[in-house]
């Protein structure tokens, strides 16, 4: 089982990123998906999740109002549209599948993780 992350760059403060996430190996329709990233010497945090049916999503402080998750079914896909980036942004940027249907803001909660992608935000 394999989800592979894309989209990650150097960017200027105040543009946009989109990344995506692929999953092999096995279908991931039934459960929900997360985000997290990791900064330079910090503990991996939540950045947003959605759940198995694309009905209900949840976002940490950081990222409302400016991060949308949304995935297809069709292609086995999970995004992450990231707006208005700052330097705060700036980390390495995992998605992951998670044990349950729902969208969990536990890291405890999700069982499959991709290899990560690294965001640069320059000011």
């Known amino acids: 089982v394999q989800l592979q992350a894309s989209g990650g760059g150097l960017v200027q403060a105040g543009r946009s990123l989109r990344f995506s996430c692929t999953t092999s190996?096995?279908?991931?329709?039934?459960?929900?998906m997360g985000w997290f990233r990791q900064a330079p010497g910090k503990e991996r945090e939540f950045v947003a999740a959605i759940d198995w049916k694309g009905a209900s999503t949840t976002y940490s402080d950081a990222a409302k109002g400016r991060f949308t998750v949304s995935r297809t079914y069709s292609e086995n896909t999970v995004y992450l549209q990231m707006n208005n980036l700052g330097p705060e942004d700036t980390a390495v940027y995992y998605c992951a599948a998670a044990r349950s249907s729902a969208a969990s803001t536990e890291r405890s909660a999700y069982a499959y993780w991709g290899q990560g992608t690294q965001v640069t935000v320059s000011s």
């Open positions: 190996g096995r279908r991931f329709s039934n459960n929900g």
